[in-house]
């Protein structure tokens, strides 16, 4: 390494900035709540996403009555679509947003990815005026190249071939439909929807070895493929990936042309710097550590192969490089995306050999759409039977048995030993093929046995340690839902309970918040799918859960418990339907019915089976959960008369942790109900601003004078408690700003 002192810079950089914050490096908030601003600025980009228009903002300025600042950039929203070119100054008016940190186990970190690319607010507006524009034409002219292309694909080809090119050719993901999108990434080939390295490779070494053979020159040849490859990186998005790409191809190009070899791991280290220097934050995202831990692979990992069998055939050298990859990258596809596509190294074997067709087909018919119509359709039918194949080997590979394994976000220290593991067998391997010179015999050397089976056994160990989990004690999680419920238990046998899942503020509640935090947490089966009351904000997640369980890789649900009600209105005769039509088993509680295990149970203590009611709130199942010595009230969204009814009854006792009735209405957690649960710890979901006033003042005065802890998730986000039965933790997942 001491050859390349370039390469050995870029590790030192990145292991600073691994190691530091990202608190460091994030934009000062002038503004922490939403509030109408004006805003003028500058359009760098814009993109069409669903029934809005996307639009990237520079050199903002912010303002209102109270506040006005300056910000590099700003995301924009606006209603139905637009065009504004590149360089137009905007003003308008809107609702601004500071983007916000996770507030759940899993959920995605929406502020560390815009905050890499500069952008710390969002902006909702219904119109915006053009009030001058600044020259840029050879960005401009890009950007029509572009839209043109996209406009070649939607005219010759079908509606799923388009979005599909025009998301790995030209980087637009957002026409992409999202069952395509996690179609590809449950098989383990979403990498061919961005512009990666890979398709950066085949178009500009493709490029400059075609203008070689004709041109006889380096020069001609090595300076429209350079510029290419700028050019072509900067319309597809510039992403990380594509950036490193287009840098190392880039040199590996220069290379050639002064006739000095190229070498690789020098080629990462300044693609790696370049990105570091200009966003600090690449380091702590997902596609910075998976675009150049799969180079560092085929850098330092592949060449070992040759320890073993020194002339590959074609299949076994693409076999050795997707493994050499999977080596490297697992454990993060498992922090960032928590399961494994368990087909999808055979699956590439077929994909990515078939890419480089795929590309150069996908480019010519853009490009000669541009001129020739009729010639685009040409190259069109090999783009459409390539994409059919894709989808066949897809679906063939989800069919199987255990195609996807949900194995949950390993922890930073797993991360950490596994990595150390990694470094240790490539020491002994590498000092194994300077030992016994590898190059100078004939035949290949292979290490003795003793040194394949120890790497071998500490490779072993290494993946064993980052796939298993352990759990004691019982663990209770109130995810932040927003305007919504959703509880989550885990028994020390490992059954798990959802209790709710719905949010009348966050859109997709089980997509963007439920599910991720179960695969986060390892969870391939729920055992039990409790639904309190069908108002939406406790029910609408939840489809998403009984859609999602029906996919290849989809988390089982193993029952739905419902409420035991005399009278069954039009939601809960729908949501019964849509259990039955995923064949999920039905349980209905009422008063006394428990569902218990070894060292766990669930007693329902309210409706009773022939009460009739009006109001669904006053017919939520309330459930006491019992372990040990410890106890958990969950209230649904009763009332002060269904409060009455229990007290009455004499169901309630003393609990550790109450889970306040209704969001922390006002209408509920009364003060004889207090008096007599007494509980150590109450927990409130509710959203930051509702029209409902919740949580009640009034609601949390009565739980202070109670003597309780309030924790509420629009403070502290997702609420985690654990304990054996005596002991009892409680904890907030973060601190909002």
Sequence with gaps: MRQRPLACLALLVFLILTFL??????????????????????????????????????????????????????????????????GTSLSLSGTIYPIEEPTNPGQFNSRLYYQGKGIAYSVYAESAEAVGRESAPIREKLLQIRQKIGQ??????????????????????????????????????????????????????????????????????????????????????????????????????????????????????VSALALMVTEPLCVKQSAFLLSFGAALAIALIQPLWSLYRKKMKVIEEQLSVTISVLIVT???????????????????????????????????????????????????????????????????????????????????????????ILLVVLLLLYREKRRKKYWRGRTPFCPGRGVSAGCAALLATGVLLLCVRIHTGLDIMMLDVGQGDSVFFRSPSGKTFLCDGGSTSVKKTGSNRILPFLRSEGENILDYMIISHMDADHINGLRELIEDSQKAGGIRIGHAVLPALAVKDEAYA????????????????????????????????????????????????????????????????????????????????????????????????????????????????????????HPGEETLQRLSDAGSRIRITKDCGAVMVWTDGRLVRVKGFSRKQ
């Design 152 to 269: 070649v694909y939607e005219r010759v080809l079908n509606e799923r071939d388009s979005s599909l090119l025009r998301a790995m050719v030209l980087g637009e993901k957002e026409g992409l439909d999202a069952e395509l999108r996690e179609f590809y990434q449950r098989n383990g080939i979403s990498h061919l929807l961005a512009i990666s390295g890979l398709h950066i490779s085949l178009v500009g070494m493709g490029l400059y070895r075609i203008l070689r053979r004709l041109t006889g020159c380096y020069v001609a040849a090595g300076i429209p493929s350079i510029l290419f490859l700028c050019a072509y990186g900067w319309m597809t998005g510039a992403s990380v990936s594509a950036v490193r790409a287009a840098v190392m191809c880039s040199l590996a190009i220069l290379a050639d042309w002064i006739g000095r070899t190229y070498d690789m791991l020098t080629a990462i280290g």
């Design 330 to 420: 697992f454990p993060l596809l498992l922090r960032f995306f928590f399961q494994y596509p368990v087909y999808s190294t055979f699956l590439n074997l077929l994909v990515i050999p078939l890419m480089g067709v795929l590309m150069s087909c996908g480019l010519l018919c853009g490009f000669a759409g541009l001129f020739i119509l009729p010639a685009a359709r040409i190259f069109a039918v090999p783009c459409h039977l390539i994409l059919s194949l894709y989808e066949w080997a897809g679906k063939q590979c989800l069919s199987l048995p255990g195609a996807v394994l949900t194995i949950g976000s390993p922890g930073q220290w797993k991360l950490l030993f596994y990595y150390g």
């Design 21 to 86: 914050p990202a608190e460091l490096f994030y934009e000062a908030l002038q503004v922490t709540e939403k509030c109408e601003v004006r805003i003028t600025g500058r359009v760098s980009r814009q993109v069409q996403k669903d029934e809005k228009t996307q639009i990237y903002l520079q050199d903002c300025q912010v303002r209102n009555e109270k506040i006005q600042f300056k910000t590099d950039n700003l995301l924009i929203y606006l209603s139905g679509s637009a065009d504004y070119p590149a």
């Design 574 to 693: 729908e949501m019964e339907k849509l259990l039955g039509q995923a064949r999920i088993p039905i349980l209905y509680m009422g008063s006394r019915d428990r569902i218990s295990g070894q060292d766990f149970s669930l007693t329902c203590l309210w409706p009773e089976k022939e009460d009739m009611s009006d109001d669904r709130n006053a017919l939520s199942l309330v459930l006491l959960a019992e372990y040990g010595d410890f106890r958990m009230l969950l209230t649904g969204d009763i009332g002060k008369e269904t409060e009455a009814r229990l007290l009455d009854l004499g169901f309630l006792e003393e609990v550790e942790i109450l889970k306040t009735a209704h969001h922390g209405s006002r209408h509920s957690s009364s003060e004889k109900f207090l008096e007599r649960v007494r509980p150590l710890v109450s927990l409130i979901s509710c959203s930051a601003s509702n029209r409902y006033g």
